[in-house]
Nanobody
Framework: QVQLVESGGGLVQPGGSLRLSCVVS????????MGWYRQAPGNQRELVAR???????NYADSAKGRFTISRDNAKNTVWLQMNSLKPEDTAVYYC?????????WGQGTQVTVSS
């Protein structure tokens, strides 16, 4: 069974940066288009960025120009570099396959942007 383990969240001031990591167990990682999702309290989970196994990326409008998704198939890892963070980026961040999230969700990592 594929497991997802996210890390790297925390409390950061507006304008700050964080780098999130997601380690995916299982040797078929390279098959998946992977994405980062987020869910703020009271909101639906939304797809923020995705990357295919060739490195092609796609971003939600809210993430364009500020977030960068990357992956290393040899390490079964996908990252999300988040710069110029805003209070509205506050959410629990998750990784999963994209755009259809058919893997079991991990615990996520909390990102809080506040002064």
């Amino acid at each position: 069974q594929v497991q997802l383990v996210e890390s790297g969240g925390g409390l950061v001031q507006p304008g700050g940066s964080l780098r999130l990591s997601c380690v995916v167990s299982g040797s078929i990682f390279r098959v998946y288009v992977m994405g980062w999702y987020r869910q703020a309290p009271g909101n639906q989970r939304e797809l923020v960025a995705r990357i295919d196994n060739s490195g092609r990326t796609n971003y939600a409008d809210s993430a364009k120009g500020r977030f960068t998704i990357s992956r290393d198939n040899a390490k079964n890892t996908v990252w999300l570099q988040m710069n110029s963070l805003k209070p509205e980026d506050t959410a629990v961040y998750y990784c999963n396959s994209a755009p259809n999230s058919f893997l079991s969700w991990g615990q996520g990592t909390q990102v809080t942007v506040s002064s």
